[in-house]
């Protein structure tokens, strides 16, 4: 089985960064495709960010695009979000997750996996 275990959230001024780490034990982290989602108040979970285990293929959610990075260590089994210009609207939950998919998937129901969140606020 596999465990996740998130990290590095926190209150944070509007224009800051954070880093979100997601440490897996269990099963070899490196057969898994890793996701980054989050769930604002009153809304859905929405998907964030993922990356393949080589790390080759990245995809982000278009609101993301271009302030957050996902990035994984298989040696060390942990997963990073570095979220860069947050702004109050990316204040959620954010929980990382892991998929034996093969592709890069952005739907719930295909992560086997999920961490406990990490609360993020951002303040305007």
């Known amino acids: 089985q596999v465990q996740l275990v998130e990290s590095g959230g926190g209150l944070v001024q509007a224009g800051g960064s954070l880093r979100l780490s997601c440490v897996a034990s269990?099963?070899?982290?490196?057969?898994?495709?890793t996701g980054w989602f989050r769930r604002a108040p009153g809304k859905e979970r929405e998907f964030v960010a993922g990356?393949?285990?080589?790390?080759?293929?990245?995809f982000y959610a278009d609101s993301v695009k271009g302030r957050f990075t996902i990035s994984r260590d298989n040696a060390k089994n942990t997963g990073y979000l570095l979220m860069n210009s947050l702004r109050p609207e990316d204040t959620a939950v954010y929980y990382c997750?892991?998929?034996?998919?093969?592709?890069?998937?952005?739907?719930?129901?295909?992560?086997?996996?999920w961490g406990q969140g990490t609360q993020v606020t951002v303040s305007s």
């Open positions: 997750a892991v998929s034996s998919m093969a592709t890069m998937t952005r739907i719930e129901g295909q992560y086997e996996y």
């Open positions: 269990g099963r070899a982290f490196r057969y898994y495709t």
């Open positions: 990356v393949t285990w080589s790390g080759g293929y990245t």
